[in-house]
């Protein structure tokens, strides 16, 4: 559902609209805001009438808070909110409108409420309404948090609005706070390769009617690109590719994208060694920290091992001994690469949870415990490390620790989902580990009642009412 402007509403809702407008100037905000709930329950992508509820609403509890302490003054008085939030992330999972709608509930009488703003913002991004989710978002993040997934969230819905210059700050700063975050450095890539077509005047494209080949003048030049840009490039394009590239590369020296391309191309006919050459070249001479190309150096050494035991022979008699070999060197360069980038960006959590899995899969697992501790403080990796440390506790046999950080892991995770069902999974057999027989059973039934067929629960919950007779 698109959102609309005020041509595209009925006359009825445009009077509806004008005459809350009145109503918010008069400061009669009950009238008003109720006026502009009835518009926008029949419209709800009526952005400017949101715009002008979310005004009323603010107005009414006496203006927008001088900063972060007042903001939140504010929300802590909103607790009685909490089961019109859990009844708007269940219908945020089938019907994003009507999401909205319980969000509004609670916004008409706590405006800065950061729940019913993350379920508005979250509800308006699934309904394809990304300027009623700035809205949201901005709000949330002008009272002072600190949040990296909601400023993502944000620069995507300005970019999805034209707004590329607000997008483009809100990520320059994201990179700033979090250096080695290869996913945001490739957003912003993206934003400045959405912005390079625009100002090449492929926007003139959206109608539908026209081909980017027809915008560019150099026919070749336009078929270059294409070949660029394919995700998975046949062995001649990729050939002339590196040719291109090798002329340019040895005319223009200093040009770093070329060396990068040329590299990306070598790794993938496999000729990891050149590629390796390259991304050194360009670590030379750019002589700073750049994250994407440490991961993009650890990425293609891993590739070089994977590719190292594809060619090992299976029917030669030291072949297991080999494979053996192999796999021992891959997962101690993997864990000592990600080490030295938890040393390097001590404060970046995805970091640090993904040195977590690997100690936790080398089997150091008092190490893993310290990781995912600290990781558990980024709000996008907040479930699994809570998970990963209910597993580690439970290969330390403190069966109650484990048992209880998956119980809080489960509490905080919403959607039934594959993820849930595996904490309540997890719980069940620690449960089990601790004698509680008649606990454990009811976390596989859980299961059992929305996925029969999920891991062993149906082996467990079957044997178990046989057990008891039935």
Do not use: W
């Amino acid at each position: 559902m698109a959102e609309k402007n005020l041509s595209e509403v009925s006359r009825a809702h445009r009077e509806f609209y004008e005459k809350a407008k009145v109503a918010v100037l008069r400061n009669n905000f009950d009238y008003a805001i109720t006026m502009l709930n009835q518009v926008l329950n029949a419209e709800p992508g009526f952005y400017l009438a949101r715009q002008e509820l979310r005004s009323a609403q603010i107005k009414k509890a006496g203006g927008a808070p001088s900063g972060g302490g007042g903001f939140f003054r504010k929300v802590l008085g909103g607790a009685s909110s909490s089961p019109l939030l859990a009844k708007g992330q269940i219908a945020l999972r089938k019907n994003p409108v009507e999401a909205m709608a319980v969000a509004e509930e609670i916004l008409n009488n706590d405006p800065f409420n950061t729940g019913a703003h993350r379920l508005m913002a979250d509800a308006a991004i699934a309904a394809d309404m990304p300027r009623t989710a700035i809205l949201s978002l901005e709000l949330i993040l002008r009272g002072g948090t600190k949040d990296r997934d909601l400023s993502k969230q944000l620069a995507e819905c300005y970019t999805q609005t034209g707004d590329r210059k607000r997008a483009e700050a809100i990520y320059q700063e994201l990179i700033r706070a979090n250096p080695a975050d290869t996913e945001i450095a490739q957003a912003y890539k993206n934003l400045a390769a959405t912005q390079t077509l625009t100002d090449g005047g492929y926007e003139a494209l959206a109608d539908g009617k026209g081909s980017y080949r027809d915008v560019l003048k150099d026919k070749e030049e336009a078929v270059r690109l294409e070949q660029e840009n394919r995700e998975v490039k046949t062995e001649d394009v990729a050939e002339r590719l590196i040719r291109e590239y090798e002329e340019r590369a040895a005319a223009e020296p200093g040009n770093l994208k070329v060396l990068r391309n040329l590299a990306e191309l070598y790794a993938q006919k496999k000729d990891f060694d050149r590629a390796l050459q390259y991304y050194q070249r360009i670590a030379s001479s750019e002589g700073g920290t750049d994250p994407s190309l440490e991961k993009a150096i650890t990425d293609t050494t891993l590739r070089r091992m994977e590719h190292q035991k594809s060619l090992l022979d299976p029917h030669a008699p030291d072949y297991q001994e080999k494979l053996a070999a192999l796999e021992a060197e891959k997962s101690a360069f993997e864990l000592a690469e990600t080490r030295k980038r938890v040393e390097k960006y001590p404060t970046d959590l995805q970091i640090r949870f993904e040195y977590g899995e690997q100690l936790f899969r080398a089997g150091k697992i008092s190490e893993a415990i310290a990781e995912f501790q600290k990781a558990q403080a980024n709000p996008a990796r907040r479930i699994q490390s809570l998970s990963y440390l209910g597993q580690c506790f439970a290969r330390r046999n403190m069966n109650d620790l484990a048992a209880r950080t998956l119980q809080n892991a489960i509490k905080e995770k919403v959607a039934f989902d594959d993820e849930k069902k595996e904490l309540i999974y997890a719980l069940g057999v620690v449960l089990e580990k601790m004698g509680k027989k008649e606990e454990a059973i009811e976390q596989f039934k859980l299961i059992y009642e929305s996925d029969i067929g999920y891991r062993d629960v149906a082996a467990r919950v079957d044997a178990y009412y046989a057990s008891q007779g039935g």
